[in-house]
C-alpha cells in the first residue's frame, strides 16, 4: 500500500505539531519541513497557521515558498489551508493595512464588523465551538454533490453532521469570489461567513479540525482517503480512527 507522505509548511506561524499528530493519528507520515523540495515531493501539502496576515507573507517571500505553494496547486497535488492558511490563499487582506495574498483563490480577508447577538456586541476574536453548515446550493448545479443533495459527498467534510462543532480563533474571513466553491458557512452572531472552501485540488477550513476532537480527526481522515483514491489507491485498511 502506499504511504501516504503530507508536508506540513513550517514558516513560523501556527500550531504545526497539532496538525502533525492528526496526521499520525489517522495513518498519514507528516514532516514539518520549508524545503521546496519536501514540499513537491509530498502527497499532500497542509499549510496552517495562526496570526497576522502580513507578517506571514512576509515569512513565505522570505522562505521563497511564495511559487512553491502555487506550484503545488499546478501540480494537482491535494493542498490544505488552515485558518490563517486559508486566509493566505486569498488574493488580498485587510488585516492591519492592504497585504497581498498567494492569490491561488480570487477574493478578499475581513475583518468581524461588530458582530452583534441577543445579549448585545461580540468580542472579537472569536474563540471556541461553533457550528458549522452545508451551503446551500442551486439544484441544478452538478459535480458537487450525490444523488441525495450532500454537497460535503466528495469532500473532507463527508460524512460529518450538518451543524458540526468545530473549533475557531480568528478575528478575520474570506470572501471568495466565486461562491460556488463554500463548502460551508458558520454564524458570528449576525455574520455569515465562509467556514471551508474547495476547489479542485484545494480544501480550507477557518476552523481548526486538529482542535476539534474526534470529528475533527474525520476531516484527517477523509483528506487521506481522497488523497489515496487521486493516486489510484483503493486499499484504504490503514486509514482509520483508531
Sequence with gaps: MKKIEVAIVDYGLGNLFSVKNACTYVGMHATVTASRKEILSSDGVILPG???????????????????????????????GICLGMQLLMSESYEFGRHEGLG????????????????GILKVPQVGWNRVFKKKVDDSLTGCQNLDGDVWFNSPLRGLDDGEFMYFVHSFFTIPNDSSII????????????????????????????RSGLKGLQIYRNIAVLILAASGDKNISNVKIK
Excluded at 496570526?51 to 491535494?78: C, M, P
Excluded at 460551508?184 to 476552523?207: D, H, L, R, V
Design 50 to 80: 495562526v496570526g497576522a496576515f502580513g507578517d506571514a507573507i512576509a515569512a513565505l517571500h522570505r522562505l521563497n515558498l511564495i511559487d512553491t505553494l502555487r506550484e503545488v496547486v499546478d501540480s494537482q497535488h491535494f493542498l490544505m
Design 104 to 119: 491561488i483563490i480570487k477574493g478578499s480577508v475581513i475583518k468581524f464588523d461588530n458582530p452583534i447577538s441577543t445579549s
Design 183 to 210: 463548502k460551508s458557512t458558520s454564524k458570528y452572531g449576525n455574520i455569515e461567513f465562509c467556514s471551508s472552501f474547495s476547489s479542485k485540488n484545494i480544501f480550507a477550513t477557518q476552523f481548526h479540525p486538529e
